[in-house]
């Protein structure tokens, strides 16, 4: 049977502790390593396009420079193979951003963060999924992807997360912003009173209201909400934050973000 | 044995349910052989281009229950273009032209058509159950032909499905007679529900003890539906957006307390956390317990329902219960034999402290001795962890571990997972199905050749380095039947190592790899047992076929191969390609 070497034996036992802490030290990991004797040669080329990758460049080259080439009798042709195929190879395993089909969840599970605040856009999402009727439409991912950013309120200690995409213009930011946080808001407020009033949340845009909404833009700065056409906030906003009224100087001046 | 009579033999075959045995029965002699098909009830079918409808009821004339399965499961995760196949309707027309006496359909990831369903309403007279898990292709019109004609109907069961939903009355078209409901599941209509038409056909359900409705039933509709089935063992709940006042909220936990049947719980997308309180009345008796829709409730809510189930065996939750949650898991469940731990935001890119880790998962494998079964996404995981699990935990038949991000190495020591997976399949003799993820060299799978000698099912994502890697796991892993593969660097040598492995496979998936057309075309050549589907959407099969020598080394997109006795398939839509 070929590329495999039953004779060998990793020393994988030895890894098992026995009634230790599983909390290893580090350097005992690496002599466990050392003591396996199988070694995998990799092919050459290998290393130049992690580059790509952050963080697991110079790991893998520790891995490597531990591993010798084991003497396969056959398949040495496999080598420049692989060497030529290695660098696309490498880019596709490491090409940042999303990628189609990952992580492995179902379609409907991936807005399940969001369902309530963007129903419109799992609608469409839905809609492009199932649309096969010979429009010629048969696309992997669905078309519009949401695009969902953080929402906090000042008082209300959960945040929430709000789907952009779902809306056009500022007005109807703002009406989703109240049905977002109405009730929660009202929770916080909920005193000794069995009853609890749920009041909703206006003024958001014009400073006139108890709460005013701001954003956090891509060059980390803090901002009004309304200022700039919907498709210019929509292209630099990365977090959205709804203030007092009475803290926005404060909270301009001071802006702390909590994590 | 050949001393008795067929019909003796015949009544000790009926003692053997499973079938695999059945199947080693049929391979003992001619006679035996007879006796077997002729008398077999159950036909389990895990790809339905392996086998021709006519040649499975040549075989089988006593059929009574039929399943079958199409896509192949990368399809979950939008791999396989939708028209791809897995066309259920041929199926039926065949099992009505023959008068088969058919009674139950269970169907996994297969095109069903409102046809389909109207035929299979018409053509079977003792039809009682019909299950379908990941399908797609019909709407609620469908569902109303199935109410409607299917008579004797015990069980109905949607699970995931993609319906469209034409708000019709599909309900109101079982009629008044039918009363022989076991199990209704449509949790996953998206629409509209006549409550009214619900109601009614619980209440002249005595029998039924399995109920999962859709998001659309709200809570005072819940607790009228309780309350006159109270009999209910299996529960699924709409969605409960608001919280609900005093009153309702009383009226609901009176009913929830009636049902001292009810032994499994899900549902719940967008719950208000109140309405799970209601629920805590019977939490000590519930043994499964799906709360993995409900993206809502924060961890703490979750943790303090889960405190009360300590007769919990299933449990499928969200990474928003955190490790500290799995903690409590681990220290309440100690029922459990599975887990699912899905992630709840995976459009975060930042840090998020409250989902789950390595330290969870220790935490749950040294708490729950009789867990065997886990499905765990996380951020990241250390070989450290998985050592440890496989040593708490030597009795796991499914390990599906994801780590979100692809190529993740151990954080403490930026080292591969090999050592923590290999763990793992030394440790546990009995592992049928593995999916591994993190940063993975060959050494991963020369453990998994080596040690996971039950092992049926493997998935691989985005790791190896070299064909030695695929070769060690077709080599050693004996009972291998499915066998994925996505963004990996394998490449023709490992895919024609050795042909006839295909033969004791189900299928084969590798996209994203570096087979090349030459190799599937000379792969198919050698082997003409096997469909070999290359899937790419963007060709049709004029322009595949054409392609001259230099194109051959061009990499297949997607390669789908698996056994069949039937030939090459005659519905593949133009972008696959059949070599």
Redesign the interface.
Known sequence: ????P?NIC?K??D???QGRE???E?NN??D??KKLE?R?G??GG?EEDRSA?K??ET??N??MKEQTEISSPS?N??SP??KA??SH?SQ???APGP????????????N?????SSKLGNESS?VS??N?NGDGV?Q??PKRE?M?V?INMDSVP?GR?IDLNAYNSYEQLSFAVDKLFR?LLAAQRDTSS?EREEKPIIGLLDGKGEFTLTYEDNEGDKMLVGDVPWQMFISSVKRLRVIKSSEISSALRFGCRR? | MNYFPDEVIEHIFDFIASHKDRNSISLVSKSWHKIERCSRKRVFIGNCYAINPERLIERFPSLRSLTLKGKPH?A????V???WGGFVHPWIVALAKARVGLEELRLKRMVVSDESLELLSRSFASFKSLVLVSC?GFTTDGLASVAANCRHLCELDLQ?N?I?DHRGQWLNCFPESSTALTSLNFSCL?GETNLAALERLVARSPNLESLKVNRAVPLDALTRLLSCAPQLVDLGVGSY???PD?ESFVKLMDAIKKCTSLRSLSGF??VAPLCLTAFYPICQNLTSLNL??A??I?GNHLIRFIQFCKRLQRLWI?DSIGDKGLEVVASTCKELQELRV???????E??N?TAVTEIGL?AISAGCPKLHSILY?CKQMT???L??V??NCPNFIRFRL?I?E??K?DH?????LD?GF??IV??CKGLRRL?VSG?L???VF??I??YAEQLEML?I??AG????GM??VL??CKKMRKLEI????F?N?ALL?DVDKYRTMRSLWMS?C?VTLGGCKRLARNAPWLNVEIIN?NENNDLMMERNEEDEREKVDRLYLYRTVVGARKDAPP?VTIL
């Open positions: 049977m070929e590329g495999c039953r990793p994988l036992l890894l098992i502790p599983w909390y290893h580090e990991n690496t466990q390593e199988l995998l990799p092919p290998y990758k963080n697991t790991r893998n520790n891995i398949k042709h496999l193979c692989n195929n290695v190879i596709k395993r490491t990628v189609v089909g990952w992580p492995p969840v179902r379609s409907f599970r991936k399940l963060a969001s369902t309530s839905h999924h199932i096969k048969t992997v991912e949401g969902f953080k959960i997360k009730g069995g994590r | 990368f979950d995760f939008n791999l273009p939708h028209e797609e995931e993609e469209e998206k957006e608001n919280e005093q997308s967008e993995s829709y993206a809502e924060q969200l899905f992630p709840s935001d995976l459009h975060d930042e840090d402290d220790v996404f070989n450290a962890a050592i440890t496989a040593k994801c979100l692809p190529n190495p403490t020591t930026s080292q591969s050592e290999g763990a030394q440790a999916s940063l060299t060959d050494k020369l453990y050749g080596m998935s994502a985005f380095d070299t064909d030695k070769l060690y080599n050693g996505r963004d990996s660097p490449g040598a190592a994203s570096e959407e972008c």
